[in-house]
């Protein structure tokens, strides 16, 4: 299979929805230019300004276009260029986008994919680089994904793209230009099916987005010490594919869950309740969390660096749950 970058197989994705599908529309500040990181490059000279359209600096406004354009028979992209921003965005979102399809009995639907870029990396502050998808996965009637790969990357896309309801799509910039295996063909990645990415027997760690690739380096460490770590990516948070996480749990008995938004009242609490709660009589300790601390994103690049959980982190809570006595009497 070529190898592209994360962020020309976004751009491909893009460029085959346009192709393909003359509802699909790209709207967003400075996307004729390709944006912050230059995703969407070259799209405007190929699909012309009616398919590709600036946007005032207005979250709000290009929210409610594009809500109101998805409801009216087209398929909009929005580029929101940092997570951050979408806060001006939530009333259009999460009481118009969410809700329509619901409050019109299924005869409005919203076709909708929003591309937001988060997460912490080369020190662009507090304002930048934030992980709010906790937020987005507690609204009913919004799908949020999170791609780890190229391959994902697009086939989530493509599928965002073609969903009738909103998508929330999650891009991380420290992925933008990792490489790897992208199978030809322009087939979408379920939405809703998590992937087993190493397989295991001792410990699952289950993660997201550039965790999974933190929590592999942690695994590899750990088979040297004897650990086989199994390792899931989720690929969607919303909705989640707790079946398999369930499988995993109940064949291995202990579970890490990882990921760099804040610990507190993150994604990573809801997996632990939803496993501690169907199956808790055959774990051998409790499910335990790896996040970021409860402080906003350092600007400092010593201190953001400590504040992203790395491979040590994992490693030490994968130690830790296997030092943990049987939570399940003998016998």
């Known amino acids: 299979m070529p190898e592209l970058r994360s962020i020309d197989a976004i751009r491909d994705a893009l460029r085959s929805e346009l192709a393909r599908d003359p509802r699909v ?28 359209r600036n946007t005032p600096i207005s979250e709000a406004a290009v929210m409610g276009l594009a809500v109101g354009a998805a ?30 399809r619901y409050m019109t009995g299924g005869q409005l639907r919203v076709p909708l994919t929003i591309r937001v870029q988060g997460g912490a990396a080369a020190s662009f502050g507090a ?3 934030q992980s709010l998808e906790a937020w987005l996965t ?15 990357a697009r086939g989530l896309l493509i599928a965002a793209i073609r969903d009738d309801d909103p998508v929330i799509f999650i891009e991380h910039r420290a992925l933008y230009w990792t490489r790897g295996p992208v199978p030809d063909g322009h087939d979408p990645v379920p939405i809703g099916r998590a992937k087993i990415v190493r397989r295991g027997a001792d410990v699952t760690v289950i993660s997201y987005s550039r965790m999974v690739g933190i929590a592999l ?19 969607s948070l919303a909705p989640l594919d707790i079946d398999t996480l369930i499988d995993s749990a109940r064949r291995t008995r202990r579970v890490v869950v990882a990921h760099e938004a804040v610990q507190h009242g993150g994604v990573g609490a809801e997996i632990a309740a939803r496993i501690q709660a169907e199956a ?52």
């Open 25 to 52: 529309v790209l709207l967003g500040e400075d996307i004729t230019v390709g944006g912050p990181f230059g995703a969407t490059k070259g799209l405007v000279d190929e699909f012309g300004e009616a398919r590709v």
């Open 138 to 152: 507690h609204v009913p009637g919004l799908k949020v994904v999170a791609p780890a790969t190229p391959a994902d």
């Open 217 to 235: 380096e942690a695994a590899t460490r750990l088979a040297d010490e004897g650990l086989d770590v199994e390792v899931i990516d989720l690929r």
């Open 71 to 100: 409801a009216t028979g087209m398929r909009p992209v929005v580029e929101v260029m940092f997570m951050d921003f979408i806060t001006l965005a939530m009333d259009q979102l999460v009481n118009h986008a969410a809700k329509l």
């Open 127 to 129: 304002h930048h680089s």
């Open 280 to 331: 808790f009589g055959e774990l051998d300790a409790p499910v335990l969390r790896v996040g970021a601390p409860f402080v906003p994103v350092p600007f400092s690049p010593e201190l953001e660096r400590r504040f992203v959980p790395d491979a040590d982190d994992i490693a030490g809570a994968v130690r830790s749950t296997v030092r943990r006595p049987s939570a399940v009497p003998a016998g």
